[in-house]
C-alpha cells in the first residue's frame, strides 16, 4: 500500500484481483452490489463505481 496526500492506494495487482473476484460475482447473477460489497470488505458505493467503470471500459 502506498500512501499519497493522505489517500492510500493498492499496488494494481490488488486492484485487479479484487475487480475480478467483483466481476465474477457480480456475473453469476445471484448476487447484488450489497452482498458483493460485505464478501470483498468495501463500501456499496465502491463495488458499484467499480462496475460501472469496468461496464464503461468494456471487460
Not at 1 to 21: E, G, Q, S
Request: hydrophobic share 50%.
Amino acid at each position: 500500500m502506498t500512501i499519497v496526500k493522505n489517500r492510500l492506494f493498492a499496488p494494481a495487482d490488488v486492484v485487479a484481483a479484487l475487480d475480478d473476484r467483483i466481476l465474477s460475482m457480480w456475473a453469476q447473477k445471484q448476487f447484488d452490489t450489497a452482498h458483493i460489497a460485505r464478501s470483498v470488505d468495501k463500501p456499496e458505493s465502491y463495488v458499484a463505481n467499480r462496475l460501472a467503470a469496468l461496464r464503461d471500459a468494456g471487460r
